[in-house]
Structures are given as structure tokens and as C-alpha cells.
């Protein structure tokens, strides 16, 4: 079909069935309504929480509102991702956003008011058996407490939100908006306007001048406004280093993982042990410079297709045999939940008119998760997948094994569930090959995610953590200053064999994540967590198996870095990153193999 079919027109066995959380829009009328008279019964327990049994009976009040306010959210978002064209599911999308906020609103005085007692009455509260279901709450309100500043300071605090948020945000129009790149060459010879889309297109080009070509337009478009860039991004990091102070934080680093419980030595131990491997990542370069037959390698070859095009077609229906064959070390009961995840309409498998684009993995406390999918018939569809599964089996067990409260698990743990099903179906994919071409385009494939996941975003987090201790102690961040750091960190993560160009020193001006600070390592953790798992589970079988499905279970119902350490990986110690980087060292053997 060489139109994209209108939703009508898809066959019902491969769209989800959004009836599952209501039969009907009466029915979310229904809900919306009792949401509504919950978000007017909140204000009634304002100033009555130094009463335990009032506190129990606020908690309950916010675990129904959230429940319901989660459910109208989640479907009539979905619903309007069937068809973001749709009036009826626009205006439905936006309702339950407004009820949202009102929710959010009306029970914003619960948590000051439980951090304003006195600490021996939050001390007793915690071991109060009536409100035992609310502990891990409780000690997590505790924990804030330290950097929970006054009422007047903590208003002053959120009137400055909105300047807060203006480096990102002029980062952001600048980049997106006003931005404009020179043309380029494309492979046809024809002049093109580079922009941000098309320069990873060029850099995947086999014609060197091309990936040349796209590469010093795109870095010297940026060194054109390095003052300006230096400047936003300068002031991001005087921002943070601002609340960091605010908040009685030793520094900004720790500021940004208290959130999630998360030590300090999780970060400096990933970039640690990430240094301690980079003979593999040079072992790589030299690698792939020998397949793609050049006699120096040059920062735009790191994304040249090192094989020829492999042409996988693989249809859904095979994709779903071959990810629940690759699963199958997980065993019989996750093996059932998949098949009912295949079976039981939670997929909305292909590209429709109006449909949103992506893929991820959703769903609403109480039915089961659902899968968007825009499905083509290729091998990174499969991937696609088997990620947005692992994702949803991570809920599909979390929920049934914990209360509303506790089933929400963090970003930090999110990843390592979806990137483990990937692990294993790579592992599957490779054991199966007996084509030499296929098993080297697999094999690149997984090593290129090595690089990009789990080596770059490395190199980015200790770039965020040298630049912020540098503005803590009193240095500025002049362009020259992150220029000269950022082209320090090149030359050490890629090493001698690579030719590190003068260009990429502005390669710091486009990375918007560098304006979501101490994000990023959450990438290289997650993927490392996922391949030590997978690595476990392939070498020691039913106990590895257990462990694994006891993280699934945890739900949010303790902090990330316990839970991860109950399972059997500990990300306070190298050991995780170093079984990842033996499965990497594994990958560069066998293609180091199949080139001699």
C-alpha cells in the first residue's frame, strides 16, 4: 500500500483495545466525575496531618486520586495518539491534563505539612503500625527534609522557576529555530541544506566527502556562535550550582542523584571503570578502521556502516516468534506473559493516518500495559519490540506484585528491563546466524551500541561533572575553556588510533542534554545493569532467573540502587560495568574473527 491507511482501515487483531480501561466514554465520564469530588475532599484534611489517622486517611485519598486521575490520563492520551487529528481525543487529551494539575494542586500542602513536624513525630509516624503501607513514603520524606527550606524561602525559590529555566529554554529556540546550516552535498552530488535530521543521515553515508562535508559545515556552523553558546550553557551550570547552594547540597552532582538515593560513587565508579576498559574501545577503532579500509579514522567515520546493508525482512508475525524464542531464559511464567501480551490486544501494532509516531510502552495501574508500535518489517522494528515489551512486562509484574504506591519505578531502573530483552535477543540472533554477512551486521550493530550507549554518554557525564566542579570553585566557562575540555575527553575515550578533528571541539554546543544535568549516565548505567543481568541469567540459569524477576516484582517499592543490589547487580561496584565490558570484549573477538 503505497498510502498510510487511515485508522479504519487497520485490521482490528493488530490495534489495541483501549476498552480494557473503559468500555466506553461514559464510562471515563463517570471516572472523571469521582475524580472530581476527590480533588474537593483534599482540602479537608489540610491541617489535620499531625494525626496519624488523618494522615492514613490522606494518603488513601491521594492513592484513589492518583489511580483515577492515572487512567483518564493515560486513555485519553492514548486515545488521541490513535489519531492525534481527532477533535473529540484533542479536547479529551486536554481535560484530563487540566485535572492533572488540579490534582497535583489540591494536594500540594500534604508533603510541607508532614516535613513541618516536629522530627520525633515524623520519627514515630514511621514505625506507626496503621501507617505501615505509607513507610517507605514516610522515610523518603524524611530524607528530603534536610533540603526542604522554609515557606517564604521555598516560595522565593519557585518564582525563580521560571528564570531558572531560561538557559534551556533560549538553548532550545537557537538550536531548533533560529539555527540555519549552509547546503551540503548529498550523495547524488545535489546541493542540500544540512539540518539536524539529515546530518546523521550524511554521517551513515559511504561516500567519505559526504560525512566530511556534513561534518565541518555542522561544527563550524556551531564555532560561529560559540559565545553565545558558552554563555547559555554557563549560565545552565551557575543555575544549578544556585539551587545546589539553595538547597544545602555539598555540590551539584549530589544534588542531582538525592532523588533517586543514588551515591556519588555510582557516577565517579562508572566513569572509573569505563576508563579502565578503554583498550576495547581503542581495539574497536582500530577495528573499524580496517573494515572500513582507511588509513586514518576521522571522528566522521564513526558512524560509516562498517558492512554492507543486510537486508532482515522480518514480518510482525515472525518478530513476535523469534523475540519470544530469544526470551525464553526467563522462563515459562514470563514466557505466558508475553504471549498474552502478543494475544490480548495490547499492541497497536502498524503505521495508521494521524497516528503518533514512536513507540513506547504505557498503561494505567490496575489493566494491563500497552504497547505503540509504528511497525516496519526490518530488524529494528524487532528490536523496537522486544524493548518497548521488556518495558511493559517490567509493569505487568511490578503492578501485580505492589500496591498503587509502590508500583512506579524510576528512570534509573526503567532502561535496564527494556535493554535486557535486547541483550538476549541479540545473543539469541547471533547463536542462531550461520550467514557470515548477517553475523558481522549483528555484530557491528551491538557493538556500535556499546559505543554509543554506554562509552559517549560516559564521556558526556564526566564532561557535566568537570565542568560543574570548575564553576563550584570559581573558574569560568569561556568557549575556549569547554572547547579545550571537551577535545581532551575525544582524544582519551577514542585513543591514538583515532584522528581526533579540531571540529569536534564544539560538538559540546549541540548536545541538549547537557541542559537536563547528571542525566545522561542513567544511559550507561541502565545498559550496563541490563547486560550484567543478561550475561547472569545466560551463565547460571534459575537463580539468575529468580533474581532477575524479583527486580520486575520491586516495582518502586524501594530505593533503585537496593533494589538492583537485591537482584544481584550492585552498581556501587565495578562489577556490573566490567561484565558489560567482558560481553563488549566478547562482541570485538568474534568480529575481529570474521575480518582475518
Not at 403 to 413: G, N, V
Request: one cysteine or more; charged letters at 25%; aromatic letters at 12%.
Amino acid at each position: 500500500m503505497s498510502q498510510v491507511p487511515k485508522r479504519s482501515e487497520t485490521a482490528p487483531e493488530y490495534r489495541w483495545k483501549l476498552e480494557d480501561i473503559y468500555a466506553d466514554q461514559a464510562a471515563w465520564d463517570k471516572e472523571y466525575i469521582n475524580a472530581k469530588g476527590l480533588v474537593k475532599a483534599a482540602a479537608g484534611f489540610q491541617g489535620k496531618l499531625s494525626d496519624p489517622a488523618q494522615l492514613k486517611n490522606c494518603f488513601e485519598l491521594e492513592d484513589d486520586l492518583g489511580y483515577n486521575v492515572e487512567r483518564l490520563y493515560v486513555y485519553a492520551n492514548m486515545k488521541h495518539h490513535e489519531d492525534t487529528a481527532e477533535p473529540k481525543y484533542q479536547a479529551l487529551s486536554e481535560k484530563s491534563q487540566k485535572l492533572s494539575v488540579e490534582a497535583g494542586e489540591a494536594l500540594s500542602f500534604l508533603t510541607p505539612e508532614v516535613l513541618a513536624l516536629p522530627e520525633e513525630k515524623l520519627e514515630a509516624f514511621i514505625v506507626d503500625p496503621q501507617l505501615a503501607p505509607y513507610r517507605h513514603t514516610l522515610e523518603e520524606m524524611k530524607r528530603q527534609k534536610a533540603h526542604v527550606l522554609s515557606k517564604s524561602e521555598e516560595s522565593l525559590l519557585a518564582q525563580v522557576g521560571n528564570i531558572s529555566s531560561s538557559p534551556q529554554t533560549i538553548f532550545s529556540m537557537l538550536n531548533n529555530a533560529d539555527l540555519k546550516f549552509p547546503k551540503v552535498k548529498n550523495e547524488k552530488g545535489e546541493e542540500v541544506e544540512l539540518s539536524h535530521g539529515r546530518y546523521i543521515e550524511f554521517l551513515e553515508s559511504r561516500n567519505r566527502d559526504v560525512r566530511r562535508d556534513a561534518f565541518t559545515t555542522m561544527y563550524d556552523t556551531y564555532g560561529k556562535l560559540k559565545n553565545t553558546l558558552a554563555s547559555t550553557l554557563s549560565a545552565n551550570v551557575t543555575k544549578n550550582v544556585f539551587y545546589a547552594k539553595a538547597r544545602k547540597y555539598p555540590s551539584v552532582l549530589e544534588m542531582s542523584l538525592y532523588g533517586d538515593n543514588i551515591p556519588t560513587s555510582v557516577y565517579s565508579n562508572l566513569i572509573d571503570t569505563v576508563h579502565k576498559s578503554l583498550p576495547l574501545m581503542y581495539r574497536y577503532m582500530e577495528l573499524r578502521k580496517k573494515l572500513l579500509g582507511v588509513d586514518e579514522l576521522h571522528m566522521y567515520d564513526l558512524f560509516a556502516p562498517l558492512v554492507d546493508e543486510f537486508d532482515m525482512k522480518i514480518t510482525f508475525d515472525e518478530a513476535k516468534k523469534i523475540t519470544a524464542e530469544s526470551l525464553k531464559p526467563l522462563g515459562e511464567d514470563y514466557g505466558k506473559a508475553l504471549q498474552a501480551g502478543y494475544t490480548d490486544s495490547w499492541i497497536d501494532v502498524y503505521e495508521n493516518e494521524g497516528k503518533r509516531s514512536g513507540a513506547y510502552s504505557w498503561g494505567a495501574y490496575g489493566t494491563h500495559p500497552f504497547v505503540l508500535l509504528n511497525h516496519k518489517d526490518n530488524l529494528n522494528s524487532m528490536f523496537t519490540l522486544t524493548h518497548e515489551m521488556g518495558h511493559a512486562l517490567h509493569s505487568y509484574y511490578s503492578d501485580g506484585n505492589q500496591k498503587y504506591r509502590d508500583a512506579q519505578y524510576t528512570i534509573f531502573l526503567a532502561e535496564v528491563a527494556s535493554t535486557l530483552n535486547e541483550a538476549l535477543l541479540m545473543d539469541h540472533l547471533l547463536k542462531k546466524s550461520t550467514d557470515r554477512k548477517e553475523k558481522m551486521y549483528l555484530l557491528t550493530y551491538y557493538a556500535d551500541q556499546f559505543r554509543t550507549t554506554v562509552f559517549r554518554q560516559t564521556m558526556f557525564a564526566e564532561f557535566e561533572k568537570i565542568i560543574h566542579e570548575k564553576t563550584e570553585a570559581g573558574e569560568s566557562l569561556t568557549p575556549q575553556e569547554l572547547s579545550k575540555i571537551y577535545y581532551g575527553l575525544n582524544e582519551l575515550y577514542y585513543g591514538k588510533g583515532m584522528t581526533v578533528d579540531k571540529d569536534i571541539e564544539m560538538e559540546w554546543a549541540r548536545i541538549p542534554h547537557f541542559y537536563n544535568s547528571f542525566y545522561v549516565y542513567k544511559y550507561a548505567t541502565g545498559f550496563s545493569a541490563a547486560t550484567s543481568f543478561a550475561k547472569q541469567i545466560l551463565d547460571e540459569g534459575q537463580p539468575a532467573v529468580d533474581r532477575y524477576l524479583g527486580f520486575l516484582k520491586s516495582g518502586g517499592s524501594d530505593f533503585s540502587i537496593e533494589i538492583l543490589k537485591k537482584a544481584g547487580v550492585d552498581m556501587s561496584s565495578p562489577e556490573p560495568i566490567e561484565q558489560a565490558m567482558s560481553v563488549f570484549e566478547d562482541v570485538i573477538s568474534q568480529l575481529e574473527a570474521l575480518v582475518e
